[in-house]
């Protein structure tokens, strides 16, 4: 079964604070790579997402690093805020197979 | 805002009893997901239709759950007989597309399964 492993498990960070999951992956046919968000209760959401050509991308406060060599890749949430508390998913996909391949998560609380 | 529904949110069945969800994708979405996932773990995948055809079913434990889309519009995912280990969220998700876009896939949310 293809693997995407997910790092830390729960993250806790102050107000203010930059928060950053690590994702890695063993398949070199996986060529997006989407980050997903969940609060509780609720089905996941595209939060950012990144294609390997590709070793950094930015929206607002939410950044995608990518090192297709070491195959990891991460979020950055700068200037994290409580309303940023949620569990976070990486994922990666062969786009044409349309199969999201699902780390386990990351529980982040962001403190006041 | 278009959403996919999804019933029963919530469901307590006892071992060996059938449990069935039911999961209406975003009107026009031709590709339609099953996901489950387990407390603490991420989404994985059951089955996947493109309108009422299977495109993957690998990892459906076919000897206890089936899923159907007869008319390619809604689907229900069926567990008989149930058994502890399926206690866990099932997730619907639809897409316009077949291949995998990003932003056009849609979670519905969830259908959560205690089995007792």
């Known amino acids: 079964q293809q693997q995407v492993k997910q790092s830390p498990q729960s993250l806790i960070v102050q107000k203010g604070g930059i928060s950053i999951i690590n994702c890695a992956y063993e398949?070199?046919?996986?060529?997006?790579f989407p980050w997903y968000q969940q609060f509780p209760g609720k089905g996941p959401a595209l939060l950012i997402a990144?294609?390997?050509?590709?070793s950094e991308k930015k929206e607002g406060r939410f950044t995608i690093s990518f090192n297709k060599s070491a195959k990891q890749f991460s979020l950055h949430i700068m200037d994290s805020q409580p309303g940023d508390s949620a569990t976070y998913f990486c994922?990666?996909?062969?786009?044409?197979?349309?199969?999201?391949?699902f780390g386990k998560g990351t529980k982040l609380s962001v403190k006041p | 805002e278009a959403e996919v529904a999804q019933s029963p949110r919530y469901k307590i069945t006892e071992k060996s009893q059938a449990v069935a969800f039911w999961c209406d994708p975003i009107?026009?979405?031709?590709?339609l997901y099953w996901y489950r996932q387990i407390l603490g773990q991420g989404p994985e995948l059951l089955v996947q239709?493109?309108?009422?055809?299977?495109?993957?079913d690998s990892q459906l434990p076919k000897d206890r759950f089936s899923a159907e889309r007869l008319k390619g519009v809604d689907s229900t995912l069926k567990i008989q007989p149930a058994e502890l280990g399926d206690s866990a969220m099932y997730l619907c998700?639809?897409?316009?597309?077949?291949?995998?876009?990003?932003?056009?896939?849609?979670f519905g949310e969830g259908s959560w399964l205690t089995v007792v």
């Open positions: 994922a990666a996909v062969v786009g044409s197979q349309g199969n999201l391949i």
């Open positions: 398949n070199t046919a996986f060529d997006y």
């Open positions: 990144i294609r390997p050509d590709v």
């Open positions: 009107s026009g979405h031709a590709t």
């Open positions: 239709f493109q309108d009422e055809s299977v495109v993957d």
């Open positions: 998700a639809s897409d316009r597309f077949q291949q995998y876009s990003g932003n056009t896939i849609y």
